[in-house]
């Protein structure tokens, strides 16, 4: 038994001993191979030259941002009546852009005037009364209250008609960032 055990120990040792000494020898070769390999050439081409005439459009597919724009916008609501300019157009400071509609304005304020009449001619009649102290003068403050209110009214409707008329005439533009 104890020659058996040792036979085997014997042919266990030979058998790595042979396996270590091969696998020695093709790591030897694997790193000489590495020490002698060289990469390849690069490869460079070659051409002449020549002078060639280059499209002066080019079709293509993207999105395109202006270097220099503007945005025009309105510093009042309304609906916008007549655009004075085309798209890429070059304008200067104080060219009608836009024009607002202002047929509402316009309506008010002939309704406004009509209501200033109509307080002017009582207060004129109130006044005649007053002097001949036919009617009360809380009746005279009031007709006289009435014909001031009118007078406001119109005159804010004018106000605002002519800031519509301003803002479209005078509309600015602000380059956009």
Known sequence: M?????????AA???????????????????????????PPEAVTTIVARQERWPETLSAIGSVSAVR?????ADLP????KIAFDSGMAVKEGDLLAELDTRTERAQLAAAE???DLSRA????????RDEQIVAQADFDKAEAEF?????????????????????????ARPSR
């Open 69 to 73: 724009g503007v945005t025009v916008s």
């Open 13 to 39: 040792t030979t058998l790595i001993g042979v396996l270590g000494a091969v696998k020695l020898k093709q790591a030897n070769s694997a790193v000489a191979e590495h020490a002698a390999f060289q990469p």
């Open 122 to 129: 009582n207060l004129e009649r109130m006044r005649g009364l």
């Open 114 to 116: 009509a209501q200033r």
């Open 2 to 10: 104890k020659l058996r055990m040792l036979l085997m120990l014997v």
């Open 148 to 172: 001031k209110q009118a007078e406001a009214v119109m005159g804010e409707i004018r106000a605002r008609r002519s800031s519509v008329q301003g803002c479209s005439s005078s509309a600015t």
């Open 78 to 81: 309304g609906v916008v009546q």
